[in-house]
Protein backbone atom coordinates (compact mmCIF):
# COMPACT_ATOMS: atom_id res chain seq x y z
CA UNK A 1 0.00 0.00 0.00
CA UNK A 2 1.22 3.16 -0.74
CA UNK A 3 1.60 6.04 1.74
CA UNK A 4 1.12 9.44 1.64
CA UNK A 5 4.23 9.98 3.81
CA UNK A 6 3.97 13.92 4.76
CA UNK A 7 0.29 13.12 5.87
CA UNK A 8 1.87 9.91 7.76
CA UNK A 9 4.35 11.92 9.63
CA UNK A 10 1.97 14.85 10.24
CA UNK A 11 -0.23 11.94 12.16
CA UNK A 12 2.32 10.58 13.76
CA UNK A 13 3.26 14.25 15.51
CA UNK A 14 -0.38 14.52 16.58
CA UNK A 15 0.02 11.60 17.58
CA UNK A 16 3.05 11.92 19.79
CA UNK A 17 2.17 15.36 21.13
CA UNK A 18 -0.86 14.03 22.45
CA UNK A 19 0.93 11.02 24.04
CA UNK A 20 3.23 13.34 25.32
CA UNK A 21 0.72 15.72 26.59
CA UNK A 22 -0.67 13.37 29.18
CA UNK A 23 2.78 12.79 31.05
CA UNK A 24 3.94 15.48 32.75
CA UNK A 25 7.58 17.05 32.69
CA UNK A 26 7.76 15.90 36.54
CA UNK A 27 6.21 13.03 36.19
CA UNK A 28 9.27 12.38 33.25
CA UNK A 29 11.61 13.46 35.17
CA UNK A 30 10.94 11.24 37.89
CA UNK A 31 10.48 8.34 35.77
CA UNK A 32 14.15 8.29 33.80
CA UNK A 33 15.71 10.43 36.32
CA UNK A 34 17.34 12.57 33.69
CA UNK A 35 16.52 16.16 33.18
CA UNK A 36 17.08 17.83 29.58
CA UNK A 37 18.38 20.84 30.17
CA UNK A 38 18.61 23.68 26.50
CA UNK A 39 21.53 25.95 26.95
CA UNK A 40 23.39 28.75 24.56
CA UNK A 41 26.56 28.43 23.05
CA UNK A 42 27.62 32.08 22.61
CA UNK A 43 25.38 33.94 25.37
CA UNK A 44 27.81 34.84 27.48
CA UNK A 45 27.59 35.69 30.85
CA UNK A 46 23.97 34.06 30.55
CA UNK A 47 24.37 30.44 28.84
CA UNK A 48 27.11 29.36 26.80
CA UNK A 49 30.24 27.17 26.15
CA UNK A 50 33.62 27.34 27.41
CA UNK A 51 36.54 26.57 25.04
CA UNK A 52 36.95 23.39 27.69
CA UNK A 53 33.55 22.31 26.43
CA UNK A 54 31.90 22.77 29.72
CA UNK A 55 28.21 24.82 30.11
CA UNK A 56 28.20 27.65 32.07
CA UNK A 57 26.57 30.95 32.57
CA UNK A 58 24.66 32.79 35.17
CA UNK A 59 21.15 31.47 33.96
CA UNK A 60 23.04 27.99 34.14
CA UNK A 61 23.95 28.32 37.43
CA UNK A 62 20.30 28.98 38.41
CA UNK A 63 19.20 26.18 36.95
CA UNK A 64 21.24 24.06 39.01
CA UNK A 65 19.56 25.22 42.06
CA UNK A 66 16.63 24.08 40.57
CA UNK A 67 18.33 20.70 39.66
CA UNK A 68 19.01 20.21 43.33
CA UNK A 69 15.68 21.21 44.81
CA UNK A 70 13.61 18.83 41.71
CA UNK A 71 15.93 15.92 43.30
CA UNK A 72 14.62 16.51 46.56
CA UNK A 73 11.25 16.94 46.37
CA UNK A 74 11.25 14.11 43.66
CA UNK A 75 13.18 11.80 45.72
CA UNK A 76 15.68 11.13 43.08
CA UNK A 77 19.62 10.62 44.86
CA UNK A 78 21.25 12.39 41.70
CA UNK A 79 19.05 13.87 38.88
CA UNK A 80 21.59 13.63 36.14
CA UNK A 81 21.43 16.57 33.47
CA UNK A 82 21.75 16.01 30.13
CA UNK A 83 22.42 19.08 28.12
CA UNK A 84 21.29 20.39 24.74
CA UNK A 85 22.72 22.88 22.54
CA UNK A 86 19.55 24.95 21.79
CA UNK A 87 19.68 28.85 19.38
CA UNK A 88 17.23 31.43 19.20
CA UNK A 89 15.56 29.76 15.78
CA UNK A 90 15.77 25.97 17.54
CA UNK A 91 14.68 26.75 21.14
CA UNK A 92 10.67 26.53 20.58
CA UNK A 93 10.71 24.04 18.97
CA UNK A 94 12.56 21.53 20.87
CA UNK A 95 10.67 22.55 24.12
CA UNK A 96 7.60 21.89 22.26
CA UNK A 97 8.51 18.39 20.91
CA UNK A 98 9.59 17.50 24.79
CA UNK A 99 13.35 17.41 23.58
CA UNK A 100 14.17 19.52 26.19
CA UNK A 101 12.37 20.07 29.78
CA UNK A 102 13.66 23.58 30.43
CA UNK A 103 15.87 26.21 28.60
CA UNK A 104 18.54 27.87 30.63
CA UNK A 105 19.84 30.70 28.03
CA UNK A 106 18.57 33.87 27.68
CA UNK A 107 15.18 33.74 26.07
CA UNK A 108 13.32 36.85 26.73
CA UNK A 109 9.27 36.72 27.92
CA UNK A 110 7.03 37.98 25.52
CA UNK A 111 3.26 37.48 24.50
CA UNK A 112 3.79 35.68 21.49
CA UNK A 113 5.92 32.98 22.97
CA UNK A 114 3.71 33.01 25.60
CA UNK A 115 1.19 30.91 22.65
CA UNK A 116 4.20 28.53 22.35
CA UNK A 117 5.95 27.99 25.54
CA UNK A 118 5.72 28.98 29.21
CA UNK A 119 8.19 30.88 31.42
CA UNK A 120 9.35 31.23 34.78
CA UNK A 121 9.63 34.27 36.68
CA UNK A 122 12.10 37.19 35.13
CA UNK A 123 15.71 36.57 36.31
CA UNK A 124 17.47 39.49 34.91
CA UNK A 125 15.98 42.24 32.99
CA UNK A 126 18.37 42.98 30.08
CA UNK A 127 18.25 46.41 27.63
CA UNK A 128 20.22 46.19 24.11
CA UNK A 129 23.17 47.90 22.76
CA UNK A 130 25.44 48.19 19.77
CA UNK A 131 28.74 47.21 19.12
CA UNK A 132 30.56 48.89 16.13
CA UNK A 133 34.20 49.27 14.71
CA UNK A 134 36.49 51.54 17.18
CA UNK A 135 36.08 54.75 14.52
CA UNK A 136 32.27 54.14 14.21
CA UNK A 137 29.97 57.22 15.05
CA UNK A 138 28.13 56.49 18.28
CA UNK A 139 24.45 55.25 17.55
CA UNK A 140 21.76 57.53 19.27
CA UNK A 141 18.90 56.34 17.44
CA UNK A 142 17.36 54.08 15.21
CA UNK A 143 17.82 56.87 12.26
CA UNK A 144 21.51 56.65 13.07
CA UNK A 145 21.27 53.31 11.53
CA UNK A 146 19.86 54.05 8.11
CA UNK A 147 22.26 53.23 5.28
CA UNK A 148 23.80 50.65 7.54
CA UNK A 149 23.99 47.14 7.55
CA UNK A 150 22.99 45.68 10.49
CA UNK A 151 23.59 42.42 12.14
CA UNK A 152 21.01 40.79 14.61
CA UNK A 153 20.79 37.12 15.78
CA UNK A 154 18.13 35.62 13.80
CA UNK A 155 14.96 34.42 15.52
CA UNK A 156 16.45 36.82 19.00
CA UNK A 157 13.16 39.38 20.24
CA UNK A 158 15.43 42.16 19.29
CA UNK A 159 15.01 40.87 15.40
CA UNK A 160 11.47 41.36 15.72
CA UNK A 161 11.54 44.33 17.92
CA UNK A 162 13.99 45.77 15.43
CA UNK A 163 12.15 45.47 12.48
CA UNK A 164 8.92 46.67 13.86
CA UNK A 165 10.74 49.88 15.02
CA UNK A 166 12.29 50.83 11.61
CA UNK A 167 8.72 50.10 9.80
CA UNK A 168 7.07 52.59 12.80
CA UNK A 169 9.13 55.09 12.34
CA UNK A 170 9.64 54.93 8.50
CA UNK A 171 13.43 54.17 8.56
CA UNK A 172 14.72 53.26 5.67
CA UNK A 173 18.29 51.61 3.98
CA UNK A 174 18.75 49.82 6.78
CA UNK A 175 20.22 46.37 5.64
CA UNK A 176 19.30 43.61 8.01
CA UNK A 177 21.99 40.94 8.43
CA UNK A 178 20.51 37.45 10.08
CA UNK A 179 23.37 35.70 12.04
CA UNK A 180 23.24 32.57 13.69
CA UNK A 181 24.64 33.80 17.06
CA UNK A 182 26.74 36.83 18.89
CA UNK A 183 29.52 35.35 17.88
CA UNK A 184 29.28 35.44 14.42
CA UNK A 185 27.69 38.53 14.90
CA UNK A 186 30.76 40.25 16.26
CA UNK A 187 33.27 38.14 13.73
CA UNK A 188 31.20 39.50 10.82
CA UNK A 189 31.54 43.04 11.90
CA UNK A 190 35.31 42.63 12.92
CA UNK A 191 35.42 41.68 9.58
CA UNK A 192 33.67 44.35 8.33
CA UNK A 193 30.81 42.27 6.23
CA UNK A 194 28.19 44.69 8.75
CA UNK A 195 28.83 47.84 10.39
CA UNK A 196 27.20 46.88 13.64
CA UNK A 197 25.62 44.67 15.29
CA UNK A 198 22.45 44.50 17.76
CA UNK A 199 21.79 42.60 21.31
CA UNK A 200 21.66 41.97 24.78
CA UNK A 201 23.66 44.38 26.67
CA UNK A 202 25.25 41.35 28.60
CA UNK A 203 25.91 39.21 25.86
CA UNK A 204 27.52 42.14 23.67
CA UNK A 205 29.85 42.73 26.65
CA UNK A 206 30.74 39.64 27.81
CA UNK A 207 31.28 37.99 24.11
CA UNK A 208 33.30 41.27 23.07
CA UNK A 209 35.07 40.45 25.76
CA UNK A 210 36.14 37.08 24.07
CA UNK A 211 36.11 37.90 21.11
CA UNK A 212 39.34 38.37 19.07
CA UNK A 213 38.23 41.47 16.89
CA UNK A 214 37.80 43.18 21.11
CA UNK A 215 40.67 45.87 20.18
CA UNK A 216 38.77 46.69 16.99
CA UNK A 217 35.35 47.08 18.34
CA UNK A 218 33.51 48.68 20.81
CA UNK A 219 29.86 49.30 22.50
CA UNK A 220 27.68 52.37 22.26
CA UNK A 221 23.57 52.63 21.80
CA UNK A 222 23.21 53.81 25.47
CA UNK A 223 20.44 56.00 24.42
CA UNK A 224 18.52 53.62 22.15
CA UNK A 225 16.52 52.27 23.88
CA UNK A 226 15.04 49.37 21.93
CA UNK A 227 13.63 47.33 24.16
CA UNK A 228 14.08 45.68 27.80
CA UNK A 229 14.23 42.11 27.79
CA UNK A 230 12.96 39.89 30.95
CA UNK A 231 14.93 36.85 30.69
CA UNK A 232 13.48 33.86 32.35
CA UNK A 233 13.78 30.07 32.20
CA UNK A 234 11.77 28.93 29.11
CA UNK A 235 9.31 25.82 30.38
CA UNK A 236 6.85 24.08 28.34
CA UNK A 237 3.40 25.81 28.15
CA UNK A 238 0.54 24.85 30.49
CA UNK A 239 3.11 22.73 32.90
CA UNK A 240 1.89 24.38 36.32
CA UNK A 241 3.24 21.74 38.71
CA UNK A 242 7.01 22.01 36.87
CA UNK A 243 6.60 26.31 36.96
CA UNK A 244 5.91 25.66 40.55
CA UNK A 245 8.37 24.17 41.25
CA UNK A 246 11.11 26.00 39.40
CA UNK A 247 9.64 29.55 40.96
CA UNK A 248 9.81 28.16 44.28
CA UNK A 249 13.40 27.56 43.52
CA UNK A 250 13.78 31.43 42.52
CA UNK A 251 11.95 32.46 45.05
CA UNK A 252 14.30 30.88 47.52
CA UNK A 253 17.56 32.25 45.58
CA UNK A 254 15.85 35.97 45.82
CA UNK A 255 14.79 35.75 49.37
CA UNK A 256 18.00 34.43 50.58
CA UNK A 257 20.14 36.47 48.32
CA UNK A 258 21.98 33.87 46.26
CA UNK A 259 20.65 35.37 43.44
CA UNK A 260 22.60 38.62 44.35
CA UNK A 261 25.49 36.43 44.78
CA UNK A 262 25.29 34.80 41.16
CA UNK A 263 24.54 38.09 39.74
CA UNK A 264 28.08 39.50 40.78
CA UNK A 265 29.67 36.26 39.91
CA UNK A 266 28.95 36.48 36.18
CA UNK A 267 28.10 40.20 35.51
CA UNK A 268 30.46 42.56 37.38
CA UNK A 269 33.61 40.48 35.44
CA UNK A 270 32.12 41.92 32.04
CA UNK A 271 31.35 45.54 34.12
CA UNK A 272 27.68 45.41 34.62
CA UNK A 273 26.68 45.67 37.79
CA UNK A 274 23.14 45.87 39.47
CA UNK A 275 20.60 48.63 38.33
CA UNK A 276 17.44 49.67 39.25
CA UNK A 277 15.36 47.94 37.81
CA UNK A 278 16.91 44.37 38.52
CA UNK A 279 16.89 45.65 42.36
CA UNK A 280 13.16 45.76 41.60
CA UNK A 281 13.00 42.87 39.63
CA UNK A 282 14.64 40.75 42.44
CA UNK A 283 12.62 42.31 45.61
CA UNK A 284 9.44 41.07 43.44
CA UNK A 285 11.00 37.70 42.75
CA UNK A 286 11.58 37.30 46.53
CA UNK A 287 7.70 36.01 47.11
CA UNK A 288 7.14 34.44 50.86
CA UNK A 289 6.47 30.74 50.96
Known sequence: MK??????????????????????????????????????????????????????????????????????????????????????????????????DIVCGNTAKTISRLGQVGFSMPIFVDATRVAVALDAADINSLGDLAGKSVGVSQGALVEKVLRQRLQDENIAGVELALLPNEGEGLMALGTGRIDAFISNTSVIAAELEKSRYKDQLRVTGDNLQLQLGQAAIMLPRGDADLELAVNTTLARLF???????????????????????????FKLGAVAE
Open 255 to 281: RSGEMDELFDKWFSPVGISMDPINQAA
Open 3 to 100: LNLPLVVTAFSIASTAAFAQTSRLEQIKETGVINIGHRETAAPMSFITIAGEVQGYSVDVCGEVVKDLAAQLSIPKLEIRYVTITPQTRIPLMASGTV
